[in-house]
Structures are given as structure tokens and as C-alpha cells.
């Protein structure tokens, strides 16, 4: 089994900046993608950024210039920076990994339990 935990949200002014993070545990042979998608009540979840083992990433417009994600390989660890925040981005982070178990698997879907990022005006 594979454990997501994430730390780092909380609460912050409009214009402020927050670092969430993600370590991922257990069975890991490799890790293949790590992202962060968010969701607020009534809506779905959504893709915030999303990074691959081989240096790509790729983000929702709304954040673009603003967000940066970062994943460390070695630590199976993704961080979320975000800056310029404001109260749009107020929602429930989620960390999600595909996870190589083994030696030529196929690569395993895991969400994390959210953390609550709140953006005041």
C-alpha cells in the first residue's frame, strides 16, 4: 500500500504565498507523476499542476505565473509553491501519485487526504 501526506496549507492574506507539501510512502518502486488538484463545496475536484518523473509539468490557467510545482524523485515528495494568492484559490488541496510498485509495473493511483488552503481578502 502507498501513503499520501500532505502538510503546508493553512490560511493566508490575499497576495500572500503558502508551500504545501506531499510525501508518499510504502511500496514504492519508482514514482511516475505527482500533482495537486483542489476542490470546494458543490464543485469537482479540479487539476491544479501536475509534474512528471522526467522534468514536465503543466497548469490550469488560473494558476499559471502564480504556482510552482516541484517533485523530488528521491524523497517522493511534491511541493506546491503559491504565490499572489487570492480568495478564488480558497479550496481543499489533494495530492495525487502514480506509483511504479515494481520493476516493470504499471504505474498505481493514490490520492492523498487534502489540506484545507483558506485565502482571506
Known amino acids: 500500500q502507498v501513503q499520501l501526506v500532505e502538510s503546508g496549507g493553512g490560511l493566508a492574506q490575499a497576495g500572500g504565498s503558502l508551500r504545501p507539501s506531499c510525501v508518499a510512502s510504502?511500496?514504492?518502486?519508482?514514482?511516475?507523476?505527482m500533482a495537486w488538484y483542489r476542490q470546494v463545496p458543490g464543485k469537482q475536484r479540479e487539476l491544479v499542476a501536475g509534474a512528471n518523473s522526467r522534468g514536465r509539468s503543466n497548469y490550469a490557467d488560473d494558476v499559471q505565473g502564480r504556482f510552482a510545482i516541484s517533485i523530488d524523485t528521491t524523497k517522493n515528495s511534491a511541493f506546491l509553491q503559491m504565490n499572489s494568492l487570492n480568495p478564488e484559490d480558497t479550496a481543499v488541496y489533494y495530492c495525487?501519485?502514480?506509483?511504479?510498485?515494481?520493476?516493470?509495473?504499471?504505474?498505481?493511483?493514490?490520492w492523498g487526504q487534502g489540506t484545507q488552503v483558506t485565502v482571506s481578502a
Open positions: 495525487n501519485v502514480n506509483v511504479i510498485k515494481r520493476p516493470g509495473g504499471y504505474p498505481r493511483n493514490y
Open positions: 510504502g511500496t514504492i518502486f519508482s514514482i511516475d507523476t
